[in-house]
Antibody, heavy 120, light 109 residues
Framework: QVQLQESGPGLVKPSETLSLTCAVSGYSISSGYYWGWIRQPPGKGLEWIGSIYHSGSTYYNPSLKSRVTISVDTSKNQFSLKLSSVTAADTAVYYC?????????????WGQGTLVTVSS | QSALTQPASVSGSPGQSITISCTGTSSDVGGYNYVSWYQQHPGKAPKLMIYEVSNRPSGVSNRFSGSKSGNTASLTISGLQAEDEADYYCSSYTSSIVVFGGGTKLTVL
């Protein structure tokens, strides 16, 4: 059974960089599939942040592209999210996820989510 | 404003059927067979219910079905049960990005 677990600071100051890591168990990232991040502001809907293929190719939401970096570390079987210059609007529950094997068309496995608050 | 349009809320009584619509454009819903639906209970992560318009993942009840006509996709839940009460989100792949609907709150009366 594939499991994903997000980790990182729950509080980030405005203008700083949000950094989260997703540890994967039950499957080796280097074997394939697309991986990525989705966020959900409190009381609001879902927003796709970006996706990464196991080889390292990345795909980002155009609205966040200038501030987002997603990377993969196959040696640790984990992938990461960095979001720079954060503001209060970036306060959200951040989910890491595994997409389909042939494209980031749908999300089959989700992490439990981690709340990140942007505040001084 | 979400890229895909869903009704804010729908309701139904146990045993009834309900349908949630998801309207996009010819560039997303209408242009690709990559529409998916997610169920989210309060405080929980979303769960995949339908992928590629009408496919059900293993373990999802056959009471859930999906379809598409033109630029509008639909999720139908038949034999409504109390545990179906949740938020439902549609999603579509379009031109290298993923877009979501604003979500629909399903209330089981």
């Amino acid at each position: 059974q594939v499991q994903l677990q997000e980790s990182g600071p729950g509080l980030v100051k405005p203008s700083e960089t949000l950094s989260l890591t997703c540890a994967v168990s039950g499957y080796s990232i280097s074997s394939g599939y697309y991986w990525g991040w989705i966020r959900q502001p409190p009381g609001k809907g879902l927003e796709w942040i970006g996706s990464i293929y196991h080889s390292g190719s990345t795909y980002y939401n155009p609205s966040l592209k200038s501030r987002v970096t997603i990377s993969v570390d196959t040696s640790k079987n984990q992938f990461s999210l960095k979001l720079s210059s954060v503001t209060a609007a970036d306060t959200a529950v951040y989910y890491c996820a595994r997409f389909a094997s042939y494209g980031y068309y749908y999300i089959y496995y989700w992490g439990q989510g981690t709340l990140v608050t942007v505040s001084s | 404003q979400s890229a895909l349009t869903q009704p804010a809320s729908v309701s139904g009584s146990p045993g009834q059927s309900i349908t949630i619509s998801c309207t996009g454009t010819s560039s997303d819903v209408g242009g690709y067979n990559y529409v998916s639906w997610y169920q989210q209970h309060p405080g929980k992560a979303p769960k995949l219910m339908i992928y590629e318009v009408s496919n059900r993942p293993s373990g999802v009840s056959n009471r859930f079905s999906g379809s598409k006509s033109g630029n509008t996709a639909s999720l139908t839940i038949s034999g409504l049960q109390a545990e179906d009460e949740a938020d439902y989100y549609c999603s579509s792949y379009t031109s290298s990005i993923v877009v979501f609907g604003g979500g629909t709150k399903l209330t089981v009366l």
